[in-house]
C-alpha cells in the first residue's frame, strides 16, 4: 500500500524516569466545555417523556430536533398542555420541534454510473457548509465544511472522518475538504478541550479513537501547504486530555480518566467517558437494559459510553460473558487499536518538536512513543492466543476475544516480525470471509461482531499486513472486500455503513438501528483502495 513515511523513534530511557521529567507535564484537569447544554438538560421532563414514550422509533431523532421556539417558550408551553386532561405528546413535538435532516437519503443513484464516479456524485451530498453559529438544538456549529456519514449521521464523526479523508484524498474534485475538515478538530481541540465523537451537545463527556495525529499526517503529506507545526498546539492538546491525570497514578491509585498504570508502571489508556448516565441519543435503550439488571446503573451507563468512545458500540470484546450486552465492562480493558493511536500520536508529537526545533520535548515524547510500543507488546501481546488483544487490567489477564482491533499494531509498526506473523495466521483462522474480515467470530446481535464487517477495519488490516511483507492475504482481504461494496452496489445502488461478509446475500444488521445508507467511511475507504490499485 502507498501509505505516508512512517515516522522512526531511536531514544532509549525508562519510563518511570520519564514520568519524573516531564519537560511539559498534563495538566490536571481538562476544562469541561461551558454554555453547551444536552436536550436532556435542556427539556427535562418532555425529553424523558419523549424517549420512553417512543415518539420516533430512532432514539436519536428527537436528540437531533431543532426547537421552533425558545427552550423557556417550549417548557412553559409544554408544562400547561400537559396538565390537561387530552395532551397529544406527539403532536406537541410536531408543533414545537423540527425534524433532523437524513443526508443522502434522498440521493437517487444513476445505475449507469461506475461506483467510483457515484461516490464522487455524493461528496457535496454529504457535505454540510460551515455552521452560521448559534444554532438552535444540539448542534455544535463548525467553522469550515465537513462531511458527514449519511443517513442518520448528520453530524461530523470523530474517527469515521480519517476514512473519508481517505477516500478525499484521491478525490477529483473534493481534496480541499480534508483540510477544512482537520481545522474544523483543531477549533474543538481549541475550543472544547477535545475532540467529542460527534459534533453534538449530547456527546460532550466522550471523544473517539484518537485519529487526529493521523489526519495531521495525511494533511501535510498531500498538501504542501500545510506545515506540521502548525498543528503542534492542537496534537498537544489531544495528547493532554487522553493523558490527564497520568501523573497522579501509583499503586494505591491505578486509573483515572482514560489512563491505567500497569503493574510495571507502565502507563495506558482506556476508553472512558465522563457522564455516568443514560446517552441521549439511546435514553430508552439504556434505561430499559439497566431495569433488567441488578448492576449499579452509573457503571452500566458509564461503560456503555465508553464503548461509543471506541467507535464499536457494541461488540462481544467489551463484554464479560461475550454475549449480554448489561455485562459490558470497557473501562476495565487495555484496547490494542486505542494505545497503537497514542503511540502514533506520540510519534508525531516528536516529529512535530523536532520541526519546531524543541529537542527536549521531542526527546520525551520518542522515548513515549518508545515505552509505550514495549508496553503494547508486553501486556495486549498474548503467546497463549497468538494475537493482539484486550487486556483486562482488573483481573490482569487477556481476555482472548479475536477482532479487527488486533491488526492495530501492525498498521502502525508496533507489532515486531513474529507477531506479525502470528496476526496474518489469526487473521485467517478466525476472521477471514468471502467479503472481507468479519468484525469478531461472534454472533451476539451487536453490530460490532459477526458476521458484520466494516470498512475501518478492512483498510487497516491491508495497510498493517503490507506494511510486514504479507502481501497475498492483504490483497485477497482487499479484493473480496472490494467485489462485496461493488456487488451490493449494482444491486441496490448504495454504499452501506456495514456489510454482510459472511456469504449470504442478506444485508448486515444488528445494535440499535436500522443499517444506514450513504455512507462516509465506506465511500472514502472504496474510492481509496480502487484509486490506488488502478
Known sequence: MQMLPFFRLCLGLGFMALLACQPSPAPETIPAATGWQGPQETFPRLFREVQMARVFPDSKTFADCTPRQSPAEIRAAYAQASDQAIFDLSAFVEAHFELPQAYA????????????SHIEALWPVLTRQADAGGEAGTLIPLPHPYVVPGGRFGEVYYWDSYFTMLGLSVSDSSQSLIGSMVDNFAYLLDTVGYIPNGNRTYYLGRSQPPFFSLMVRLLVETDSSRELTTYLPALQQEYDFWMDGASRLSTEKEAHRRVVRMPDGAILNRYWDDRPEPRPESYREDVELAETTDRPADSLYRNLRAACESGWDFSSRWLADSQTLATIR???????????????????????????????????????????????????????????????????TPTGIPSGAMVFPLALGIADTAQAEGIADALQRYLLRPGGLVTTPFETGQQWDAPNGWAPLQYMAIWGLEQYGQAALAKEIRDRWVRLNVRVYQQTGKLVEKYHVEGSTSEAGGGEYPLQDGFGWTNGVLLYLLRRDG
Open 105 to 116: 437519503s434522498g440521493f437517487v443513484a444513476d445505475m449507469s454510473r461506475p461506483v467510483m
Open 330 to 396: 470497557t473501562t476495565e480493558l487495555i484496547p490494542p487499536d486505542l494505545n497503537s493511536l497514542m503511540y502514533h500520536l506520540e510519534v508525531m508529537l516528536q516529529a512535530a518538536y523536532t520541526a519546531a526545533g524543541d529537542s527536549a520535548h521531542a526527546t520525551h515524547y520518542g522515548e513515549a512513543a518508545k515505552a509505550r510500543a514495549a508496553a503494547i507488546r508486553h501486556y495486549c501481546w498474548s503467546d497463549r492466543y497468538g494475537f493482539f488483544g484486550d487486556y483486562d487490567w482488573v483481573q490482569k
